[in-house]
């Protein structure tokens, strides 16, 4: 009977309210999760089953894209369905279902530039691809985690996944130091966040978040220390995996050691979900004590944004310098859920799909450009691009001024910044001096921004510079996408104003109007 | 409520005095008369040959993680067959078995979707010849 349920699920009328506790629901609710797990389990399979080779890797990777592509439909049918769901360990909700979106198009996209990529650099993996999609499986798990215990798995499905890809690249050195120190440095956060959550547990008697903002708000449960402790260890695991400052070391040696496609897979994705699950976690099971966490936040916030933006000033390897722009990122969006309102994750969508698109492509361009023997990573080699590949270096301007938020010719990178500030100068409690910070951050980050763009059309090329190879067929695909997109919607934002928008909103759980039973130790 | 804690304080603290108490104690009661035969690491009684951090093959570390892997898979397994009846019901039990008509498939789908991915995982690896000594 169950399989007959399963099989019906294309006639489940729109707009229905999914009881999780029943396995076809919540199979139903996880099918876009489903279908790339199961996918990715098949595309193991293709990859071990011939030889490796050039070739045999391709077709894992077009095969995985496709993989990737189904979810993507699965997706975007559950999010035009527009389903809700009742009590349960993971939300069904238009926040999930965008977020997912972006994490599907990154991971695409780095699909793509590992084609490129690894035939470039001899790594004959085709794992890999398969790897990028279940590290994609388990960020899909925490956008759409409301409960600790499910959160915990999706960080460790991703985290795994990606330690490994760190150091897929396994002749060299750098690689195998940016794993060993992405593995290290993750585990301990890991452990952080778990000691959070077991204090969290303690305090309030459950894991679900909407069971656990419940009783906060019922119980006012403000002064209790155990739950503070572990809203404060949490926090810290989420900063680690955010690299928000001051825990944002790891980040340039393992942006910096990894395959380029994995670091921009990495500074996408991998933070975007993060992100997901911290405002998640944040606002619908804490958002009773914004007082307590709110200055612990206000601080991350702006040590990341001046943090992040200064060391990126000194950085004269482009990978490092965008790892550093990537933590001035973190420290913007963590302006937004410092204001912790219904906007902010319509203000995180918007500036994550605009974020995502231009590290992408900027990341897309380093290795268009490179070599196997000149990998092109130093600012240098940018130096006159313009004479030579006129349409890159426009495309990399493009880039450039979007993750500054330059109007106009930074398309969707303008807005993403111009709603972050919005939500939070609209919140119940302005941060008028956060917002300040966040425009003096931004003009710090044109000193390098602005470099890059400007040795690209005014530095004439060095005469013994070793001419550019020809750019690889995914590589162009992704960098021209990335401009028209980013351009077009910077132009016309409001269908991803709308996309961003569409019951995104992430509110403090209620408590039930149900009498509750009071937690132990209270 | 808190005083049922105390064993466990009083536990710890015997363990701390006890551990510290022990190295402290033979520091300063030994009389230090070094030999280069004492001096070398205690190696069961047979004379040490070469150094500890000696290179060994990547095969053994292989091995390692399979163990891991299929180790785990039994983890799984021994709670899933202590509570099989109740995952195959969709009722609560009646005197240990599950009524008539209440018997679903949950129970044993579950372990079939874990036991797809396992196998998944296991003709990855023999396919990849990590099975293989040689």
């Known amino acids: 009977m169950r399989l007959l349920a399963l099989a019906g699920f294309a006639q489940v009328e729109a707009g229905r309210t999914l009881d999780l506790s029943d396995p076809a629901s919540l199979s139903f609710a996880i099918m876009p999760e489903l279908v790339l797990c199961a996918g990715a389990m098949v595309m193991l399979l293709v990859a071990a089953w011939r030889p490796e080779g050039a070739a045999h890797s391709r077709r894992v990777a077009l095969g995985s894209m496709v993989v990737a592509l189904l979810s993507l439909v699965a997706v975007l049918f559950m999010q035009w369905q527009g389903h809700a769901a009742g009590p349960g360990p993971i939300a069904v909700d238009g926040f999930r279902w965008s977020s997912d979106v972006v994490f599907l198009l990154a991971t695409v996209i780095a699909i793509g530039l590992s084609m490129d990529y690894n035939t470039r650099e001899g790594i004959n993996a085709p794992e890999s691809h398969v790897l990028v999609l279940l590290a994609t499986v388990g960020m899909m798990v925490m956008a759409g985690a409301r409960d600790l215990m499910v959160l915990f798995l999706g960080i460790e499905t991703m985290s795994v996944a990606v330690y490994v890809l760190v150091g897929m690249n396994r002749r060299s050195a750098r690689s195998a130091e940016g794993a060993l120190k992405y593995f290290l440095l993750g585990a301990f956060s890991t452990a952080f966040l778990l000691y959070g959550i077991a204090l969290v547990f303690g305090a309030t008697g459950s894991t679900n978040l909407s069971v656990i903002g419940g009783r906060i708000g019922a119980l006012s449960m403000g002064d209790s220390p155990m739950l503070l402790v572990g809203i404060a260890l949490l926090l810290v695991g989420f900063a680690f995996k955010l690299a928000a400052a001051p825990f944002h070391m790891w980040a340039p040696d393992v942006y910096e050691g990894a395959p380029t496609p994995i670091t921009a897979y990495m500074a996408a994705a991998v933070k975007a979900a993060a992100f997901a699950a911290f405002l998640r976690v944040f606002i619908e099971a804490f958002g009773h004590l914004y007082e307590s966490w709110h200055a612990a936040m206000w601080w991350l916030a702006a040590l990341t944004m001046f943090a992040g933006n200064l060391i990126a000033l000194q950085q004269r390897n482009l990978k490092r310098m965008l790892a550093y722009s990537s933590i001035g990122h973190t420290g913007f969006l963590l302006v937004a859920a410092t204001a912790a309102t219904s906007q902010v994750a319509g203000a995180f969508l918007f500036y994550l799909l605009a974020y995502t698109l231009a590290t992408m492509g900027a990341f897309a361009v380093i290795i268009a450009l490179g070599t196997g023997e000149h990998p092109r990573e130093r600012v240098e080699d940018y130096h006159g691009l313009w004479t030579e590949k006129p349409g890159i270096a426009i495309a990399m301007a493009v880039f450039m001024l979007a993750m500054l938020g330059f109007p106009v010719f930074g398309g969707m990178g303008f807005f993403a910044k111009w709603y972050v500030l919005q939500a939070a100068l609209d919140a119940a409690a302005p941060q008028f001096r956060l917002a300040i910070m966040l425009v003096l951050a931004t003009t710090i980050s044109a000193g390098y921004y602005l470099y890059v763009v400007m040795v690209m059309f005014m530095k004439p090329r060095p005469e013994q510079a070793t001419p550019l190879p020809v750019v690889g067929v995914m590589s162009r695909a992704v960098i021209y996408a990335a401009v028209v997109v980013l351009l077009a919607f910077g132009v016309f934002p409001d269908p991803v104003v709308r996309w961003s928008r569409n019951g995104t909103e992430l509110r403090p759980a209620m408590p039930p109007a149900a009498a509750l039973p009071v937690p132990l130790g209270r | ?134």
């Open chain 2, 1 to 134: 409520m808190d005083r049922t804690y105390l064993p466990i304080l009083l536990l710890l603290g015997f363990v701390l005095v006890n551990a510290i108490g022990m190295i402290a104690l033979s520091h300063l009661t030994m009389r230090l008369r070094p030999t280069p035969v004492k001096d070398t690491p205690y190696e069961s009684g047979i004379p040490p040959l070469g150094d500890a951090r000696e290179r060994f093959s990547v095969k053994f570390y292989m091995v390692a993680m399979l163990f891991i892997i299929f180790d785990i898979e039994t983890v799984f397994m021994i709670p899933w067959g202590a509570y099989y009846r109740e995952l195959s019901c969709t009722t609560a039990l009646v005197g240990g078995s599950c009524p008539a008509g209440a018997i679903s498939f949950f129970g044993l789908g579950e372990m079939m979707v874990f036991m797809i991915i396992l196998l998944v995982g296991f003709l990855y690896v023999w396919k990849k010849g990590a099975l293989q000594w040689d």
